[in-house]
């Protein structure tokens, strides 16, 4: 069959156009970032750049795009051009303030969303951001005032309700939570694209209130608000392909640099309470959750793992690292889904050290259902394919262990909030550190955390989430046939 000639006419659909038509450039950019199609935006973005005047609507769309599909720099170096010739549009100062959280610039990020404040009083998404960043730094009861302020300007405004429902159990006012976004929902005033929120922080609420039966309702609303469940592998492929004698048979980067400490597991199974209470140590620091080792391995996949690539990549990870936090003679990188490629990636960095997170598999599951995730996580929203893929997820932790023959430490949560001493000296140890009394009182270290567990890990140790499971379990059939029987 042959193919068309991609004249402007007969332009293959959703394709960026070409550089001649700038103004069909501009208005593809439009759209495509409207619709969420950011690196579509991005490519029709700078063609329009490239071909017309710099219009600033066109650098803000570049930059914020370039932010969203993982170009963080040099989105951050557009946007920062973009507000430094004083934008007025506080939605540009807003995506700027996301894109300098993303690298850890809490205090640029702030004075952005201050801007955008000044700019625009109560607008929704800087009001969201503050609280973001004030939750994520533990200091969720500063964000009373913001709030109030917001709620009383625009009482209808979900993305602010929604802010409010973040911090409410905080702020010690979940009641009114819970009435504020119930309210929204059967009012149809929710829009789309926040209906999955809505349910599931309305879901949170509920469960701490131990309504359980409606927490569970609204958290499987939120799932099947998502839509079909993406197409699942069950690690199947990896585990055919690592086998130990291709592992050993490709090179090494020779970097036997022990700073490295991975942090990893299934989502919700204590990444970010191991991860604050090891960096609560004064030698340890934290570049939180990297992308970095899933691009190394990819970009090394697609060339064949040459020996100069890994010694290349190597370098470049712990320069990372030491860049990120100077004077720290360890550095956690817990981005938990490391589990998945942890077999190449210790011949990247054979001098890591591995900390494996492993939780109750009910708990871990049911908290991963019950969570708003983003669309890498499409699994957590089904029953059975959450419970199949935490069965697939120990098949592979035991095919590594088997494969790599090098020591992973395993921290059961229920082990640590049993035992944090015990744990914490064992942690440590296995990271060839010397015991600090500090890491007890990790609740205390002055740190941001972007994770889901951001308002958790400002807290002292807490029991109420082992076993919780067991007060859903009349919903939970799918998912404890796929589990398959566990201790009690």
């Given amino acids: 069959m042959n193919t068309p000639p991609r004249t402007p006419g007969n332009r293959v659909p959703n394709q960026p156009p070409g550089p001649v038509n700038a103004r069909a450039a501009r208005e593809h950019a439009i759209g495509s970032y409207n619709a969420g199609r950011f690196a579509d935006a991005a490519r029709s973005a700078q ?25 963080v720099q040099p989105g951050i170096r557009l946007l920062r051009e973009l507000c430094d010739r004083g934008c007025p549009h506080p939605e540009a100062w807003c995506d700027l303030a996301n894109g300098l959280r993303s690298i850890e610039e809490i205090d640029g990020a702030q004075r952005a969303l201050e801007h955008a404040l000044k700019l625009r009083p109560h607008f929704p998404p800087a009001v969201r951001g503050i609280v973001t960043l004030l939750n994520g730094d533990g200091r969720a009861a500063d964000a009373a005032p913001i709030l109030d302020g ?10 602010c309700v929604l802010a409010f429902a973040m911090v409410a159990s905080a702020l010690k006012r979940v009641p009114e939570a819970i009435d504020l976004l119930t309210r929204q929902l059967n009012a149809g005033a929710v829009p ?65 640099d022990p700073i490295p400490v991975l942090v990893l597991g299934m989502p919700r199974s204590g990444t970010s309470l191991v991860d604050q209470i090891l960096s609560s140590h004064p030698e340890v620091g934290s570049i939180g959750e990297s992308p970095a080792l899933p691009r190394i391995e990819q970009r090394l996949s697609r060339v064949g793992w040459p020996v100069d690539g890994v010694r290349a990549a190597a370098g470049e990870y712990l320069a990372m690292m030491r860049g990120r936090c100077p004077g720290r003679s360890r550095v956690i990188d817990k981005l938990p889904g490391n589990y998945t490629i942890l077999g190449p990636i210790t011949r990247v960095l054979p001098g890591a050290r591995i900390i494996y997170c492993v939780r109750d598999a009910r708990d871990t599951c049911l908290s991963c259902f019950m969570q708003n995730f983003g669309s890498g996580h499409g699994y957590t929203r089904d029953l059975d394919t959450l419970g199949r893929k935490y069965v697939a997820h120990e098949r592979l932790m035991a095919h590594w262990r088997d494969a790599l023959g090098i020591r992973v430490l395993e921290v059961r949560y229920e082990s640590l909030v049993a035992d944090l001493e015990g744990v914490a000296r064992s942690m440590l140890d296995h990271i060839g550190l010397a015991w600090d009394p500090r890491v007890l009182e990790f609740h205390l270290t002055k740190r941001h955390m972007r994770t889901a567990s951001a308002g958790q890990v400002h807290r002292p140790l807490f029991t109420s989430s082992i076993g919780r499971w067991k007060h859903y379990e009349r919903h939970l059939g799918p998912l404890l046939d796929a589990l398959g029987r566990r201790e009690p």
């Fill in 47 to 71: 063609i329009a750049l490239n071909a017309g005047p710099k219009e600033d609507g066109l650098v803000h769309i570049l930059g914020a795009s370039l932010i969203r599909i993982g170009n």
């Fill in 150 to 159: 917001a709620l009383r300007a625009a009482p209808d405004d979900v993305s």
């Fill in 192 to 256: 789309a694209p926040l209906l999955r929120a809505a349910h599931t922080e309305l879901a949170r609420l509920l469960d701490t209130e131990r309504r359980y039966d409606e927490a569970f309702e609204h958290a499987a609303r939120g799932a099947r608000v998502g839509g079909p469940i993406p197409e699942q592998g069950f690690f199947d492929a990896t585990i055919g392909h690592w086998t130990r004698e291709r592992l050993d048979g490709t090179p090494t980067s020779g970097l036997d």
